[in-house]
């Protein structure tokens, strides 16, 4: 017979169940945009790309929106939403820009110092935040790793302006001074937090989306 005083014991819930989270829905979401995009770039349709990498960032804030306006969600829940973010993070703001240098360089080794750079100032960037988490003035420490595609897709309308040879120089300088900025001890606010932000980066999205879909069709 059981003890009606007898605690029920705990089930841990099967891997594949948190994919019904909405958050890591969004998460993954990004995810698949991001795959497109280091497809895109391997095969140098480069405003492609460029779009994959503006849409990774509209779900990865749409994850942390989201998550926060969710009712009922476990501590289970939130940890490996975080977790997933973090491992998605770095293949959206590390691994993608990183061959998206080496493929705009042809696959040069030369460049491969700088893409190394990218994604090792990336892996640190999110182990520090991993382990230490906001500053004390709810900030982050560093210049957060969702910037780099934002800025990076911005740089990149120079393309067709300049001439290939200075737009080389600024695409890979601009990409060293935000790994150096990813790693250093400025303070800066976590956007992604501010509802306002993120109705100013999903118009930002869409002008994005419209002037790189036009200069694909044109």
């Known amino acids: 017979m059981i003890s009606n005083n007898e605690e029920p014991q705990y089930v841990q819930p099967s891997i594949i169940s948190f994919v019904k989270d909405l958050p890591n829905v969004c998460s993954l979401a990004g995810l698949a945009c991001t795959i497109l995009a280091i497809y895109f770039s391997i095969l140098g349709v ?59 360089g042809v696959f040069d080794p030369i460049f491969l110092p700088v893409a190394f750079i990218v994604l090792a100032a990336s892996a640190i960037r999110l182990s520090y935040f991993s382990t230490f988490g906001l500053s004390d003035e709810s900030k982050y420490t560093g210049l ?9 897709v911005s740089i990149f309308l120079l393309e067709s302006i300049l001439p290939i040879g200075i737009f080389s120089v600024v695409l890979y300088a601009s990409a060293l001074g935000l790994a150096a900025l990813n790693v ?11 509802p306002r932000n993120v109705v100013l980066l ?17």
């Open 46 to 104: 480069f405003y492609a790309a460029m779009i994959g990498m503006i849409w990774a960032v509209a779900f990865d804030w749409a994850d942390g929106l989201v998550a926060r306006r969710m009712k009922g969600r476990t501590g289970s829940d939130r940890i490996f939403g975080g977790q997933l973010d973090l491992v998605i993070d770095i293949v959206s703001y590390g691994v993608t820009p990183a061959v998206l240098l080496l493929s705009f």
């Open 144 to 152: 957060a790793l969702d910037n780099n595609n934002i800025i990076l």
């Open 184 to 194: 250093s001890e400025i303070k800066t606010p976590k956007l992604s937090g501010n």
């Open 202 to 218: 999903a118009c930002y999205t869409l002008g994005i989306t419209a002037i790189y879909t036009w200069k694909i069709l044109s």
